[in-house]
């Protein structure tokens, strides 16, 4: 577009400074100056928006990048709760199967102190009675 415009220009210059007067020669250049001056505050805006639309591409790309990052690092954190979690259910059923073996057991052993007691009750009078004679 820049090479058209600087075409044009010089066309104009050209065709004006041919068959017209030195007045009109150099309205025509100042129009082209103003055209090339137009043209290049367009080139440098349009680097200006070009260098800031590549500047927010990079900001964009970091940004992106530490967002997967953290959704890694809460992932692994994650793992690491529910192996915690995993390993901390694994402990309660262990408790859980102590206690029901010992309501199993307790009552068994009650049972047997009791008759134990009951057996030595009974021969304690025989044994006293053996004593004595």
């Known amino acids: 577009m820049e090479k058209q415009t600087l075409r044009i220009t010089l066309t104009l210059i050209l065709l004006t400074g041919a068959s017209c007067s030195s007045d009109e020669n150099s309205r025509v250049a100042e129009l082209a100056t103003q055209q090339l001056e137009r043209q290049a505050d367009q080139n ?22 530490n967002a997967r990052q953290e ?4 992932q692994r954190e994650m793992q690491t709760e529910r192996s915690e979690i995993g390993h901390q259910r694994d402990q309660l059923e262990t408790e859980r199967r102590e206690i029901a073996d010992s309501r199993n057991r307790d009552p068994i052993i009650a049972a047997a102190i009791t008759r134990v007691a009951f057996v030595v009750v009974s021969l304690l009078p025989l044994l006293i009675c053996w004593l004595l004679l």
């Open 71 to 74: 959704i890694v690092t809460l």
């Open 44 to 65: 440098r805006r349009m680097s200006e928006l070009q260098q800031e639309v590549a500047s927010g591409s990079r900001k964009l790309v970091e940004a992106d990048a």
